[in-house]
């Protein structure tokens, strides 16, 4: 090109002229762009100027000197970023579009140029009119370039870019998604092997990785992922693009372990950005972004692993950036501060700290106010000041962390997903100061703050959740009358494994402050998740399917996920639950995207109390609740306000007595166990003084003697025998000589329950499935004889099937599961407290589990008796979740079940099952699941004498 330039110049001493001005002004411009030498592009910059006096006004080819002039200041732009050439290349486009007419061939790629430039000058200065006028102006190129124009996909491109700008500086949705739509019609447009198609893959997927920034859905990212690797495998070893899609790719996997957690995604990133590096030698344009990237996947890792060689490295990195001087330089600066107070957290060295405020400082110092991210340096900032305070213990002045974490504030809108992060860092330290000083409006600022969290429009996140569960705990120490609202917007944010705790005390929270149709709707949202999720993915998508394309497309994929999760209990071995947890988000992902479907914002929302209250239909359903701030009672009644009743106990002495109740029923059943009556009595004493008699005074106001009522329990309290309360005392009365209780995991479940009714109740069948000789388990010698009493009972009047012994299998079980709706089944129980969903029945070749029962395919199942040990023992982390064999039953659709809170003695539960089928079916010529609550309570009340006590209260009722 060198001998190019020369040619030009010996050509214009030759013969001086326009034209010759012109070429070696091309070849100075071209050798610029080659080799960045200043001197060509000024020297290129003077010739063009001569040209265009050459082409005075009304010039027929004025247009083409301008144009090239134009160029020139761009491309002098370009490597000085001196904004003056900018502004001059825009002034002389404007000039060529003023003199060309409209239909002149030139047209469409000078508005491309204004527009560009236009482009170029917003993401230097922030000026919205630029990037507005740009869109408008690539608007009009695109109308220029119709349908089969050759250059119509990269009309389409620019304005998808310029979209995207606007978005990042405005947050609106439409935007971005009108730019992802672009983006897909370049693709459309450009064959699979078009050189160019790599560069608008990465361009589609950037697009969508905004998307999830901004909304949270996990699909767009995975999406994203996906784009990028296509992308990847069109640039083979070699490709000039291969280094950006490997940066592209790493983000992207980055941003997914940072939702979901999985140690591979994050592997995977260190090791394209690793790759991305080696491909970009020194003088690379990309090699500052992938020491910056790997710099950041590796400080991930570190805070993940604690592996200091990786924190090590990342400052490495970042030192040898800054040594290539970025001209984005206050980036690299906050992200080496960053490293570094990561480094100082980990090994506590006040060196590290003080050279990451000093770098902190010096990015603020480059980031003028209007750049989006000064916020973000200005709360690196603050923290690193708050470290650096308690690490010297002095007592200093709030406001030198608290000014900075305002002025982070102040610029990002209520819809920024960042908002949470300034606003969370804010709240806290006015906490501080007001703890510290007791001014007010401390206080006042910071609920104000917290209360904009309710009115969030973005999908939430972590933050998010951090944030709120904050504003819960400051609201609940000072009293603040923002509390309810508070636990509200947290069980909004939070996911199903960080609920539970939080709902009780959101309940005793709402009955505090009175409002109790609000607690039993909290209470509801956070307990027993696991199965709500499930029961819903088999909600009718006929509504949905019938709105249009988007809620098809959106029913199909709900549907699958739904199948894919129900399926993940086919797999036979190991604890599926982190499998679990990754469908589950991504069901959680679809959910989101129907709701933001007219007519469909409250898609399987969870209900309210007008529709909860219907589980009280067939008499009083009583939350006990258990909470750090109160235990209460709640009386659901089906045509009144909810009842609360204050309990005198404290959840610690619930935990006491629930442990206590544990440890003396571990080892019922057993030979050599001795069971300590006494002091089981005096739990159940304890649990008729503190909670059960003040319930009982007010249900004999409302209910008559003898009625049925429905405990559902929270907490501890799921652990207790609520059923078997009393003062045990002569000429006292228990609580079952008052009602026939039942038991419900929550209201939805008795909901549904009473809902799901046979469709042809004249075709019934009973099974009854006995194994006493599990491999490898403990003989149980009394299952022939209690099965033999099942069939006298039942075959007279209902089609019954026995399966015993060799029959009694896995297979051979679920088999008879699926095509009968009568089930008593004796047999070992077998909980796993760890791994809850591995808790089974012993068959003959192995263990019958949860997942076996959820994935068998039952038809209109009525009822099931469960006799078997610890039934109704579930998770040992989460009480409330209630995953255990007989809530199985429930959620299979059994409308009513028996199951046992401890070990059943072999010839006590022979007992109970005779005298219960003697009064189910009491000479009636067919069976009703609703009567067997009743039958349970009489049965036990005739066996008094006949068997010990913790026989008598081992089985409970669930269901109708």
């Given amino acids: 090109m060198a001998g190019n330039v020369e040619q030009c110049r010996a050509a214009l001493q030759e013969c001086p002229g326009l034209m010759s001005l012109e070429h070696l002004g091309h070849s100075l411009l071209y050798r610029f762009l080659q080799r960045g030498v200043l001197s060509d592009i000024v020297e290129a910059i003077d010739l063009h100027r001569a040209t265009l006096a050459f082409r005075p006004p009304g010039h027929p080819h004025r247009f083409v000197s301008l144009n090239n002039l134009a160029v020139s200041f761009t491309a002098r732009f370009q490597q000085q970023a001196i904004l003056s050439d900018l502004d001059e290349a825009i002034e002389l486009h404007r000039a060529v579009l003023a003199i060309l007419p409209p239909d002149h061939f030139h047209r469409s790629l000078s508005l491309e140029s204004l527009a560009n430039g236009l482009k170029g000058r917003f993401k230097r200065r922030g000026v919205l009119s630029d990037i507005d006028e740009a869109i408008d102006i690539h608007r009009a190129s695109l109308a220029l370039r119709p349908p089969g124009h050759s250059d119509r996909f990269m009309s389409l491109n620019n304005l998808a870019s310029s979209l995207q700008d606007r978005f990042q500086k405005r947050g609106v949705l439409s935007d971005l998604d009108e730019a992802i739509e672009l983006h897909r019609a370049v693709l459309a447009l450009c064959s699979l092997d078009y050189f160019a198609r790599p560069t608008f893959l990465n361009n589609l997927a950037s697009c969508i990785e905004d998307r999830f920034e901004r909304l949270g859905i996990l699909s767009d990212l995975d999406e994203a992922i996906k784009i990028h690797e296509v992308a990847l495998g069109l640039c083979l070893p070699g490709h000039s693009l291969r280094p950006t899609i490997l940066n592209g790719l790493g983000g992207s996997l980055l941003h997914r372990f940072q939702q979901q957690g999985v140690q591979s995604d994050l592997d995977m990133a260190v090791e394209y950005h690793r790759t991305a590096l080696t491909l970009c030698p020194p003088g690379h344009s990309d090699r500052l972004?992938?020491?910056?990237?790997?710099?950041?996947?590796?400080?991930?890792r570190f805070q993940q692993q604690g592996v200091l060689s990786d924190i090590d490295e990342a400052i490495e990195l970042l030192r040898s950036a800054l040594v290539l001087r970025p001209p984005d330089r206050s980036t690299y600066l906050n992200n080496l501060s960053n490293s570094l107070q990561a480094r100082f957290r980990h090994r506590g060295v006040l060196s590290d700290l003080d050279e990451a405020i000093e770098f902190q400082r010096g990015a603020l110092a480059l980031c003028p106010a209007g750049n989006p991210r000064r916020s973000l340096y200005l709360d690196n900032l603050a923290i690193s000041l708050l470290y650096r305070i308690q690490e010297s213990a002095i007592l200093s002045n709030p406001d030198e962390v608290i000014e900075p974490h305002r002025a982070a504030l102040a610029p990002r809108p209520p819809y920024h997903s960042d908002r949470s992060l300034s606003s969370d860092n804010l709240t806290i330290n006015l906490q501080g100061r007001f703890q510290q000083q007791g001014q007010s409006p401390d206080l006042d600022e910071a609920f104000r703050l917290y209360s904009q969290l309710s009115q969030v429009s973005h999908i939430f996140s972590l933050r998010d959740i951090s944030a709120a569960k904050s504003w819960v705990s400051f609201a609940e120490q000072v009293k603040h009358g923002s509390a309810l609202v508070a636990y509200q917007t947290a069980l909004k944010f939070l996911d199903q494994k960080t609920t539970a705790s939080l709902a009780m005390d959101a309940f005793s929270c709402c009955v505090r402050h009175g409002a109790l149709t609000t607690a039993v709707e909290l209470v509801e949202q956070g307990r027993a998740v696991w199965w709500t999720q499930l029961a819903r993915f088999r909600t009718p998508l006929n509504d949905l399917s019938a709105s249009g394309d988007a809620g098809e497309a959106l029913a199909k994929e709900f549907k699958q996920l739904s199948v894919r999760l129900r399926n993940v209990f086919d797999v036979s071995t190991g604890d599926r639950s982190p499998q679990i947890r990754q469908l589950t988000m991504q069901w959680d992902d679809v959910v989101s995207r129907i709701r933001l479907l007219p007519d469909f914002s409250r898609f399987l929302l969870s209900p309210l109390f007008p529709d909860l209250q219907k589980g009280a239909q067939d008499g009083p359903v009583i939350i006990v609740n258990g909470s750090k701030y109160s235990c209460d009672a709640l009386i659901i009644l089906s045509a009144r306000d909810p009842i609360p009743i204050l309990l005198d106990i404290t959840l610690a002495e619930v935990s006491?007595?629930?442990?206590?109740?544990?440890?003396?029923?571990?080892?019922?059943?057993?030979?050599?166990?001795?069971?300590?009556?006494?002091?089981?009595?005096?739990?159940l004493r304890k649990l008729w003084d503190r909670v059960v008699s003040p319930i009982v005074q007010t249900l004999r106001e409302l209910i008559h003697t003898g009625s049925r009522i429905w405990w559902c329990p929270t907490a501890e309290f799921t652990l207790l025998p609520l059923h078997a309360a009393g003062p045990y005392e002569k000429k006292r009365h228990n609580l079952s000589h008052f009602y026939v209780s039942s038991y419900t995991p929550t209201l939805a479940a008795l909901i549904r329950a009473r809902q799901h009714v046979s469709r042809d109740v004249s075709v019934q069948h009973f099974v009854a499935v006995g194994q006493g000789n599990p491999e490898g388990g403990k003989e149980l010698r009394c299952v022939a004889a209690e099965l033999a009493v099942v069939a006298e009972r039942v075959a007279p009047i209902l089609s019954f099937t026995s399966l015993v012994d060799n029959d009694a299998t896995i297979q051979g079980a679920s088999h008879e599961f699926s095509r009968n709706q009568w089930l008593h089944l004796a047999c070992h129980g077998i909980p796993n407290r760890k791994q809850p969903f591995e808790s089974s029945f012993a068959m003959r070749d192995g263990p019958f589990t949860i997942r076996n029962i959820i994935r068998s395919?039952?038809?209109?199942?009525?009822?099931?008796f469960l006799s078997a040990c610890h039934t109704t023992v579930g998770d040992e982390s989460s009480h409330d979740e209630a995953i255990h064999l007989a809530a199985a039953m429930q959620f299979s659709g059994f409308r009513s079940v028996i199951g046992s809170m401890w070990s059943v003695d072999d010839e006590a539960a022979r007992q109970v099952v005779t005298a219960f089928y003697d009064n189910l079916v009491d000479g009636l010529d067919r069976l009703d699941c609703r009567r067997a609550a009743v039958a349970l309570h009489n049965a036990v009340k005739t066996l008094r004498k006949k068997i010990p006590l913790e026989q008598q209260i081992v089985f409970v009722h669930i269901g109708v």
Avoid at 293 to 300: G, I, M, P, V, Y
Avoid at 656 to 683: A, M, N, W, Y
Avoid at 857 to 864: D, G, I
Wanted: no cysteine; glycine share 4%; aromatic share 4%.
């Fill in 289 to 300: 972004a992938s020491h910056n990237n790997l710099s950041a996947t590796l400080q991930a």
């Fill in 656 to 683: 006491e007595l629930s442990s206590e109740f544990q440890s003396l029923t571990e080892d019922v059943g057993s030979s050599d166990h001795r069971l300590e009556v006494p002091k089981i009595v005096g739990i």
């Fill in 857 to 864: 395919r039952l038809q209109n199942p009525e009822f099931a």
